[in-house]
């Protein structure tokens, strides 16, 4: 079997893969939404701990995903900018005043990450041009 027949999926295979895509953006986008309210309103952290934990899970689900999927994902703009949103998460220990603004930062730069240009989110920082992967499963 080639190689190419053994990365084709089956049309069943390929609206599961994106039917679960996108039930864990979904879930993500309810989780980030419950645990950014409360941080940008100042709400007890009891009221959105568990929507804290949901977009925590999914994000790590969803950034799994991206890399078993393709490696390259972490060195095209779009995975480096996810780093750096995580990165940006860990400021929330050292800085804990400034949440809602680093809440605030992390979420436009998901609108640049999501919504931006295909020639900005495949470009590769390592080869300083834009490379495409395997084939997205769009969720």
């Known amino acids: 079997m080639s190689k190419k027949q053994q ?22 986008i309810v989780g980030v939404v419950g645990a950014g309210g409360g941080l940008l309103l100042g709400i007890e952290q009891s009221e959105w701990l568990n929507y804290w934990i949901i977009a925590m899970s999914s994000g790590a689900a969803l950034f799994a995903w991206e890399v078993i999927r393709d490696w390259r994902w972490l060195i095209q703009l779009k995975g480096v900018l996810t780093i750096c949103k995580i990165l940006l998460l860990l400021l929330f220990i050292p800085m804990a005043n ?3 603004e680093i809440t605030i930062f992390i979420v436009l730069l998901s609108v640049v ?21 395997k084939k997205e499963i769009k969720g």
Do not use: C, D, M, N
Not at 113 to 133: D, E, F, M, N, T
């Open 98 to 100: 400034w949440k809602p």
């Open 7 to 28: 990365q084709e999926v089956s049309e069943f295979q390929f609206w599961i893969q994106r039917l679960g895509k996108t039930s864990l953006r979904a879930l993500h």
């Open 113 to 133: 990450v999501s919504h931006g240009p295909a020639g900005l989110r495949h470009y590769s920082v390592v080869h300083r041009k834009v490379i495409h992967g």
